[in-house]
């Protein structure tokens, strides 16, 4: 297997698991006040941000070609 194969599946699984914690995130916050998820929300989005991008720079890093 490739190592281009190995991060597309860890980015696979990475979306899962962010998908699986948004999910949990959203039944926690489902009867929360509304300052709480639009202070929550943005935080979370950046973070998620940050950990795509974080992943992009450290594949990029490895696989060359």
Same mark, same amino acid.
């Given at each position: 297997?490739?190592?281009?194969?190995?991060? %597309?599946? !860890?980015?696979?699984?990475l979306?899962?698991?962010?998908?699986?914690?948004?999910? &949990? @995130?959203?039944? /926690? $916050? %489902?009867? !929360?006040?509304?300052?709480?998820?639009?202070?929550?929300?943005?935080?979370?989005? &950046? @973070?998620?941000? /940050? $950990?795509?991008?974080?992943?992009?720079?450290?594949?990029?890093?490895?696989?060359?070609?």
């Amino acid at each position: 297997m490739a190592l281009e194969e190995k991060y %597309a599946i !860890a980015l696979g699984v990475l979306s899962i698991a962010l998908w699986g914690g948004s999910f &949990v @995130l959203a039944k /926690a $916050l %489902a009867d !929360a006040p509304n300052r709480v998820i639009r202070t929550v929300l943005p935080i979370v989005g &950046v @973070l998620t941000l /940050a $950990l795509f991008g974080t992943f992009v720079v450290i594949a990029r890093a490895h696989v060359k070609g």
